[in-house]
């Protein structure tokens, strides 16, 4: 404990030193440099900025590329007569200025980069730089690779992308969970402009709230993060949101059999601010029993406005989310989930000339509710509100760059159990608010050229709790200096404050209890080892492989009983999760092709006497319901003749599941009497994940192409077919009616867009 403390406090104390130290220090020449699109005003990313000798012919030396925010920053440069400028992004016209700088000065230059005109060749990289980041683990999604997958609406999905990543396993088309390498949903941290979402993915899994039009990009840390993220043991989904169109008002309109959206964005002062709306509404419902012969009875939908100024030397941007579900998991079992999130919050990037670093401030607030009964009657609900503030700095110590960081969040969480529904559940309910501070320090060494290390320390604190201690540490490693090559690990401790309870036993049910840890309990943690190699294979081809282990140390688990139902009452179980991952991308101007394959086992072990298992060893150790060993995914699609042809097919091996034992009949004594009521008939579970389901493959293919009309408007539009060879695959079968219930059937599609 008294290490813990010293650690806390040396982080406080350095914490507050760098941030009185961003405001007074003054080092040598800087360049921030901001790119912006010349067609609609908003941020490039992943622009490359260099700073030369005009004339020169040799390697640059100064340079970096922007990142989320169009904002990227070169240090040191040498005070010299005159210094080139030049900055560079596929598809635009290159931007050139020649610059001088005195000693200490610090230039802020706002570069609009206009759109190439004519037509452009194939995609070159030799020369192109690449951000090194000890890539490990860490998947980058742009809205171009969401909008290739086939998605029953026009455009893409984040959701329906997600499931191509090797390591990414769902339940099934529906219920809206997501297990990354390992972990459970509840280990998982999803961040939407820093706004931590508990589950903004529908009940359909071909959807979450975020279509391909509205992301800016988003980053999948699959394990092995940095001390910036907090409070999850397994990974992080970082998505950014794009801000509305700074020149040029836009509207469009989209019909499908799934949905409907309508969207809207524009400036309210031209390259100074600009708003974006976005809405969405599932007609699933209503179209889906013609199509595929089988009831749809899913509803869901989403809302997502966006306010974003652009200062000088700042950027802010509000942003509210609303998401919407509800409908059955397992038709015929009458039995409706539902859950909501409702989030509102604001990001501020401040990078004037008198600050040594650009730092960024959050804040806002995010709920999320989920809950589980018969039609017209709640008999489970679970909450978790969060109120929050975070920042982050960048600044020098001893000539390195140092990451550094503050946020609070203030947690509320509440369990609500229906009375009646007592004979299901161990009923407790819960109301408790609870304070979380974080605080991070991580900084980048280069002790030769082309070997980078990043480590770093996260610390938690709450008052009922011990101060955690979560070390971290990439390393990157580029052979021979060059970009085409490189090799990373990742290592770590993680620990969050809270846990989600839910009977994995039972497919046909997404409810899940959020609570705190109880006081004077473990905390879940983690330990994570990861291995990469990254290699490009001439200009176009590109291949990664991944190695990765996770072990889970006190993974609160539902109490098993013979029947189903949620236990609030947990044990604790340990887990271990082992796998690798193998990818290679083929991407050419015209077309393109990706095979990615992953092989993983994950196994808890627990006490049986804990678990309440009627099994004889006194150790029990099995593989949970997300333990799916193989995983294998091909896309590939080209354009021709200004269609284009997208596919993707997926291969999963069977997942395990809990077996049948037999059914009795209950009596609810002494309310019932055993000579006059016949009880009520219930299914009892043999040993927990005894057997596996079948094989799971599934092809989905989508035609699409943009037609020009009239006065600028733009008609998109697409066809295709989910399973196109109607496979049948598993998702649930239920004893008690028996009833077997697959995942969606064939379902052709055709969806229409129309751009004003």
């Not at 922007?66 to 290159?94: A, H, K, Q, T, W």
């Not at 086992?601 to 593989?623: H, I, N, Q, R, T």
Request: a negative charge; proline letters at 6%; hydrophobic letters at 35%.
């Amino acid at each position: 404990m008294f290490v813990k403390k010293t650690i806390a406090i040396a982080l406080s104390v350095i914490f507050y030193t760098l941030t009185v130290q961003a405001v007074q220090a003054q080092d040598g020449a800087l360049l921030r440099v901001l790119t912006l699109n010349g067609e609609d005003g908003t941020p490039l990313i992943g622009a490359t900025v260099i700073l030369e000798e005009p004339g020169s012919e040799q390697a640059p030396e100064l340079f970096c590329i922007s990142d989320r925010d169009g904002l990227c920053e070169i240090r040191n440069v040498p005070v010299r007569d005159e210094l080139e400028l030049r900055i560079s992004y596929v598809g635009f016209e290159p931007y050139t200025e020649l610059l001088t700088f005195a000693g200490g000065e610090r230039k802020i230059i706002r570069a609009v980069l206009n759109p190439a005109v004519g037509e452009i060749g194939e995609l070159t990289v030799i020369e192109q730089r690449y951000i090194t980041t000890g890539e490990v683990g860490v998947q980058r999604i742009t809205s171009r690779q969401i909008s290739r997958t086939p998605s029953p609406v026009a455009g893409g999905d984040l959701a329906t992308f997600l499931q191509t990543v090797p390591g990414v396993i769902t339940s099934g088309d529906r219920g809206g969970d997501l297990y990354i390498r390992g972990g459970t949903p509840d280990q998982n941290l999803v961040l939407v402009d820093n706004m931590p979402i508990v589950k903004p993915f529908h009940i359909s899994n071909l959807f979450s709230a975020f279509p391909d039009d509205l992301i800016q990009d988003a980053d999948l840390f699959s394990g092995g993060f940095s001390p910036k993220f907090n409070d999850a043991t397994s990974a992080v989904l970082d998505i950014a949101l794009r801000p509305g169109n700074m020149r040029d008002h836009r509207a469009a309109a989209s019909v499908s059999p799934y949905m409907t959206a309508l969207q809207a964005e524009g400036p309210f002062k031209t390259d100074r601010s600009s708003f974006l709306l976005s809405g969405r509404y599932s007609l699933i419902d209503r179209t889906g029993s013609s199509l595929t012969g089988e009831d749809q009875n899913i509803r869901f939908g989403d809302f997502t406005g966006r306010y974003t100024i652009q200062g000088e030397n700042i950027t802010c941007s509000i942003t509210g989310l609303y998401t919407y579900d509800s409908g059955e998991i397992v038709p015929l079992r009458n039995v409706d989930h539902k859950w909501t999130n409702v989030a509102a919050g604001a990001r501020c990037l401040g990078y004037s000339e008198f600050f040594s670093h650009p730092f960024n401030v959050s804040a806002g607030y995010t709920r999320y509710a989920n809950e589980e009964g018969s039609p017209g009657q709640r008999e489970r609900f679970s909450s978790i509100g969060q109120v929050y503030l975070k920042v982050d700095i960048r600044e020098q110590l001893m000539n390195l760059p140092v990451d550094l960081g503050f946020s609070f969040n203030l947690k509320s969480y509440s369990v609500e159990l229906d009375e009646r529904f007592s004979r299901f559940i161990s009923l407790e309910s819960v109301n408790r608010k609870m304070p979380v501070t974080h605080m991070y320090l991580a900084t980048e060494w280069e002790p030769a050229t082309g070997l980078t290390f990043y480590p770093g320390v996260s610390s938690q604190f709450t008052l009922d709790m011990p101060i955690t201690f979560e070390p971290r540490i990439r390393i990157s490693w580029q052979p021979g200096q060059s970009d085409r090559s490189q090799l990373s690990l990742a290592a770590g401790r993680y620990v969050q404050t809270h846990s989600g309870i839910s009977d994995e036993r039972d497919a046909g049910t997404v409810f899940m209890v959020y609570q705190p840890v109880e006081i004077d309990n473990p905390l879940p943690s983690s330990l994570h080892g990861m291995i990469g190699v990254n290699q490009r294979l001439g200009n176009f081809l590109s291949f990664n492989a991944e190695g990765y282990v996770k072990q889970h140390d006190n993974v609160p688990v539902s109490k098993w009983n013979p029947e189903p139902r949620i236990e609030i009452e947990t044990a604790r179980a340990e887990g271990l999760t082992f796998g690798a991952d193998v990818k290679m991308m083929l991407e050419r101007s015209s077309y393109y092709a990706t095979i990615s394959y992953g092989w993983s086992k994950s196994e808890y072990e627990a006490v049986s006497g804990d678990l309440g298992a009627w099994v004889e060893e006194p150790v029990f150790s099995y593989s949970p319901a997300h333990d799916q060993r193989h995983k294998l995914n091909v896309a590939a699609g080209f354009e021709l003749a200004g269609f284009n042809l997208d596919t993707r097919w997926e291969f999963g091996s069977g997942k395990p599941y809990t077996e049948i034992f037999g059914y009795d009949f209950f009596l609810r004594l002494p309310f019932e009497n055993p000579k006059t009521d016949p009880g009520q008939a219930r299914i009892l579970f043999s040993e927990p994940y005894n057997g596996r389901m079948p094989t799971y493959h599934r092809l989905d293919v989508s035609l699409s192409r943009d037609i020009q009309l009239k006065n600028g408007l733009v008609l998109e539009t697409q066809a295709g077919a989910i399973n196109l060879y109607n496979r049948s695959n598993i998702f649930n079968f239920d004893y008690s009616v028996l009833q077997r219930v697959d995942q969606s059937p064939f379902f052709p599609y055709v969806s229409l867009r129309l751009v004003i």
